[in-house]
């Protein structure tokens, strides 16, 4: 039946959507800023990928993020420079 189908759907869709956001971890990525809600920053990469974000930014600032962790429908990081670890 129809109502049987959209979850069996929505639960492949799932699946699909992380194996593709799962590549992007480990990786940099040119993100848009185009808000900040609570402490982290959010925005869009080249490829419209939904990224939230810790570090330095202002609305309208393309910076570097290193993706840190993904879920089927977004991607978690750091600013590139912030990732960075520091020498003493």
């Known amino acids: 039946m129809k109502k049987d189908r959209l979850p069996r759907l929505e639960a492949l869709e799932a699946e699909v959507s992380a194996d593709i ?13 185009e808000g900040r809600r609570d402490l982290r920053w959010n925005g ?7 990224v939230h974000f810790a570090g330095d930014a202002q609305i309208g600032d393309v910076v570097s993020v290193r993706i840190e962790r993904s879920t089927a429908w977004s991607l978690q990081g750091t600013t590139a420079d912030d990732a960075l670890p520091l020498l003493i």
């Open 21 to 33: 956001n799962r590549a992007y971890e480990g990786t940099d990525q040119e993100v848009l800023v």
């Open 44 to 50: 869009r990469t080249r490829s419209n990928k939904l």
